[in-house]
């Protein structure tokens, strides 16, 4: 059977034939539906890879259809596409969340066949080949870390750096963390990654202090890694051999994955932080979190997801929820930054809220090093303020 299978139930015939010409093209089997019952016959014994569902259709619903493959526990990835509104959307999308479905990615209608194009490539299952690819390209030192400025946002001065990791392959050039994390989480690559990313940053943050710069640099861990008991050791004899303070680290753990955690994951949190880590919460807002578990977890900082911020302008649900974020950051005593800042007008309105940091092109995009060096000293920015990063 083919690796990659690809399952639509959708009543437009020609959105049908669409998604079968796309997913050929990309190498899946692809089969589609209008038919309620068909569907979930073909769930139950042609085991789909990738699953899209529309959410309105004259025989079925998308919710109905939800329902059924949280029932079952279809390890499949679901697309949800709809031409309903965002808020129907949103409420799709937090009812697959909620039933521990993978949903992978939301279409809306109408859409732009690259996006399918890029979303349906996205969601192949990554080959033995590619996984064994990249354990050698870590070898190789192919993976580099890039960096952007964290800055305030009253005055644009640099008061930090976030270390983005890219694969700089030899032939096919940048390869987003987008692509090669899913690969890495699939062949138990994280650590090694993890490794690679905190040597690079302790070795910039050690070059800095030489030139007299102060600057905490974060660097993003994945879900998994936090689950080993012996990361607070690993990451503190990095920073040992490097004679750089744990405390100029602050590692960043997105939101679903650091608040729904193990007693392993709590241990090695608690652990992390009296050895001076500073611990932020990633991509704020796409998760569930309550504010008791806010309150219980030891996290100094949290960052507002892009998708907010990106929207302010334009919705007005965007606005009261980052506004909301805010002032619950203030009141829990934790710093908070905003990423995807893209424009000055943004940056006004994040300012009359009371939000003092942030990251996004607007400030810098992510860096190599030595560029953001460059990019330092033609902006004026001497740094003196790192301090205020933390908390
Ligand atoms: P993240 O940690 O939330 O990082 C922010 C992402 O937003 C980065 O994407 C950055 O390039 C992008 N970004 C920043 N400002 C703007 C803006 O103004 N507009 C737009 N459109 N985008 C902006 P990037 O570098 O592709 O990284 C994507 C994600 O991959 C990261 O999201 C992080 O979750 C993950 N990642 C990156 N490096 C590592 C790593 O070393 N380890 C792990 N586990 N995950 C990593
Ligand atoms: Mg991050
Ligand atoms: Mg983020």
Not at 26 to 52: C, N, S
Request: charged content about 20%.
């Amino acid at each position: 059977m083919q690796d990659n299978r690809l399952l639509i139930i959708d009543d437009d015939q020609d959105i049908g034939e669409l998604f079968i010409d796309i997913g050929e093209s990309l190498g899946y089997a692809v089969i589609h539906t209008d038919d309620p019952d068909q569907f979930k016959r073909y769930v139950r014994e042609w085991h789909p890879t990738v699953i899209v569902t529309d959410l309105q259709m004259p025989n079925a619903d998308g919710i109905t259809i939800l329902r059924f493959l949280a029932a079952i526990e279809t390890p499949a990835k679901i697309v949800i596409i709809s031409g309903m509104g965002p808020k129907i959307i949103h409420f799709a999308e937090t009812i697959a969340q909620h039933r521990g479905l993978a949903l992978a990615a939301t279409i809306t209608k109408p859409f732009v066949l690259a996006e399918v194009q890029a979303i349906l490539d996205r969601l192949k299952a990554p080959s033995e080949l590619a996984a064994e690819a990249l354990r050698l390209a870590i070898e190789n030192d192919e993976i580099q870390i890039f960096l952007q400025p964290k800055c305030q946002v009253s005055t644009g001065e640099v008061v930090g750096a976030e270390a983005l990791a890219r694969w700089v392959h030899p032939r096919l050039g940048i390869i987003s963390p987008n692509v090669f994390m899913a690969i890495a989480e699939l062949g138990n690559l994280t650590g090694p990654i993890l490794t690679r990313v905190m040597t690079q940053a302790v070795a910039q943050i050690k070059t800095w202090s030489t030139q007299a710069l102060d600057l905490p640099v974060a660097i993003n861990i994945s879900a998994r890694d936090i689950d080993a008991l012996d990361l607070p050791d690993h990451l503190e004899a990095i920073c040992a051999r490097a004679g750089v303070p744990c405390d100029r680290i602050i590692l960043e753990l997105i939101e679903g994955s650091s608040l729904d955690v193990s007693a392993d994951a709590l241990d090695v949190l608690t652990r992390l932080r009296i050895k001076g880590f500073h611990l932020s919460i990633d991509d704020f807002g796409t998760g569930f979190s309550s504010l008791l578990r806010l309150r219980q977890l030891p996290f100094s900082e949290l960052k507002i997801d892009r998708s907010f911020i990106s929207s302010i302008r334009s919705e007005d649900d965007s606005m009261v929820i980052v506004k909301t974020i805010i002032a619950m950051a203030a009141s829990l005593g934790m710093n908070c930054v905003a990423e995807g800042i893209e424009d000055a007008a943004t940056v006004q309105r994040l300012l009359e809220w009371g939000c003092s940091m942030g990251q996004g092109y607007y400030f810098g995009r992510p860096m190599p090093p030595d560029q953001f060096d460059e990019w330092m000293r033609s902006s004026g920015n001497t740094n003196t303020g790192s301090k205020k990063a933390m908390a």
